[in-house]
């Protein structure tokens, strides 16, 4: 199968975050997707296949199947229209649902579904984990942790081992508003429970980060980073049951996987 990494939320290589595209004619069976997956050591690996004019799209960690990846889906995108289509539009049959994404220039708009949090309240263990004090906990498909500074987030110590004993949720968002003009808001990913330690840029956070921002800053669009140590600038929009999350990509490898 053809075989690409692209860094996906990045206007330049070695930032953003790498995603494996995996370009298939048929399904193999879901250990060797693992296995792939798992060889490839990426936070995610995309496994996409074409029926009629639309694709059915999967994302694995080096551990697990997972429900809905940005990241990779953008880079996807990135790499079915540099390489396999002419149009500016794809269609992905997922596991969350229809997903499209639009290119815009050297943006990549993906159309997500919106995933916003609830309040609750703040895990013991969660604090013990970090090294900045919580001032509100919420849960979607994540937990979202807010936190009152853009350095706290940046300067951030965390317990992996400590996170790994909270299953009630699929990983962790820190975020906190940014204190920087050209950005709304900062975030930190943790998802030890599925092979990811950190994840340097995360499209499916921004599902739930999206409209908890749009409702704190009474805005709609809005331009987030990531604070890893690669970095990722995610453009966003609330669209209400819908949000829009856009990006750059950069191809760093292509090749073929023998199986």
Same mark, same amino acid.
């Given at each position: 199968?053809?075989?690409?990494i692209v860094d996906a939320?990045?206007?330049?290589?070695?930032?953003?975050?790498?995603?494996?595209?995996?370009?298939?004619?048929?399904?193999?069976?879901?250990?060797?997707?693992?296995?792939?997956?798992?060889?490839?050591?990426?936070?995610?690996?995309?496994?996409?296949?074409?029926?009629?004019?639309?694709?059915?799209? /999967?994302?694995?960690?080096?551990?697990?199947?997972?429900?809905?990846?940005?990241?990779?889906?953008?880079?996807?995108?990135?790499?079915?229209?540099?390489?396999?289509?002419?149009?500016?539009?794809?269609?992905?049959?997922?596991?969350?649902?229809?997903?499209?994404?639009?290119?815009?220039?050297?943006?990549?708009?993906?159309?997500? *579904?919106?995933?916003? *949090?609830?309040?609750?309240?703040?895990?013991?263990?969660?604090?013990?984990?970090?090294?900045? *004090?919580?001032?509100?906990?919420?849960?979607? /498909?994540?937990?979202?942790?807010?936190?009152?500074k853009e350095e706290q987030? /940046?300067?951030?110590?965390?317990?992996?081992?400590?996170?790994?004993?909270?299953?009630?949720?699929?990983?962790?968002?820190?975020?906190?508003?940014?204190?920087?003009?050209?950005?709304?808001?900062?975030?930190?990913?943790?998802?030890?429970?599925?092979?990811?330690?950190?994840? *340097?840029?995360?499209g499916s956070s921004h599902?739930?980060?999206?409209?908890?921002?749009?409702?704190?800053?009474?805005?709609?669009?809005?331009?987030?980073?990531?604070?890893?140590?690669?970095?990722?600038?995610?453009?966003?929009?609330?669209?209400?049951?819908?949000?829009?999350?856009?990006?750059?990509?950069?191809?760093?490898?292509?090749?073929?996987?023998?199986?």
């Amino acid at each position: 199968m053809k075989y690409f990494i692209v860094d996906a939320f990045a206007d330049e290589l070695f930032k953003g975050n790498p995603a494996g595209v995996c370009v298939l004619d048929k399904w193999p069976d879901n250990d060797v997707l693992q296995n792939i997956a798992a060889e490839n050591n990426l936070a995610e690996t995309a496994f996409v296949l074409k029926r009629n004019n639309e694709y059915e799209l /999967r994302w694995f960690t080096p551990e697990t199947e997972i429900d809905l990846c940005g990241h990779a889906t953008l880079a996807t995108a990135f790499i079915l229209t540099s390489f396999f289509e002419s149009g500016d539009k794809i269609s992905f049959h997922t596991q969350s649902g229809l997903l499209t994404v639009a290119q815009r220039d050297e943006l990549f708009e993906m159309d997500f *579904p919106s995933r916003p *949090p609830k309040k609750t309240e703040i895990d013991p263990i969660a604090q013990e984990a970090i090294s900045a *004090p919580i001032k509100e906990a919420f849960i979607a /498909r994540d937990m979202l942790l807010l936190l009152e500074k853009e350095e706290q987030i /940046r300067d951030l110590k965390v317990n992996i081992e400590k996170l790994k004993v909270i299953t009630e949720c699929f990983a962790f968002i820190v975020t906190a508003p940014s204190s920087h003009k050209e950005y709304d808001f900062v975030s930190r990913f943790f998802a030890p429970n599925a092979g990811i330690n950190e994840d *340097p840029v995360t499209g499916s956070s921004h599902s739930t980060l999206i409209p908890f921002w749009a409702e704190r800053l009474n805005k709609n669009k809005l331009t987030a980073k990531q604070l890893s140590k690669r970095g990722g600038t995610l453009y966003c929009e609330n669209k209400g049951g819908r949000v829009k999350i856009a990006g750059k990509a950069k191809l760093y490898l292509e090749g073929e996987i023998k199986i």
